[in-house]
Nanobody
């Protein structure tokens, strides 16, 4: 079983910063990629940032220059540093990991339960 747990969410004023963290645990051969998504009320879930096993990153246009995604040295953790936060960044943020359970298995996506980020004006 693979479990992802997010932490670091909370309430912050516009212009402030938060750092989200996600840790994956369980039986895993490798984690090929990790990503952060978010979902605001009444909106679809959207990709915020992703990072591959090779370290390549991709960001939504709305967060470029403000957010930074990074992998821990053990590669089972991912963080999202969020600076210069806007009220429209308010959402539930979800961690996703593309996990290969064994050396011969295909990868599959696993999701965390989410953490609330609220940015006030």
């Amino acid at each position: 079983q693979v479990q992802l747990v997010e932490s670091g969410g909370g309430m912050v004023q516009a212009g402030g910063s938060l750092r989200l963290s996600c840790a994956a645990s369980g039986t895993m051969f490798s984690i090929d990629a990790m990503a952060w998504y978010r979902q605001a009320p009444g909106k679809q879930r959207e990709l915020v940032a992703q990072i591959t096993s090779g370290g390549r990153t991709n960001y939504a246009d709305s967060v470029k220059g403000r957010f930074t995604i990074s992998r821990g040295n053990a590669k089972n953790t991912v963080a999202l540093q969020m600076n210069s936060l806007h009220p429209d960044d308010t959402a539930v943020y979800y961690c996703k990991a593309n996990v290969r359970r064994t050396s011969l298995s295909r990868s599959a996506d696993y999701w965390g339960q989410g953490t609330q980020v609220t940015v006030s004006t």
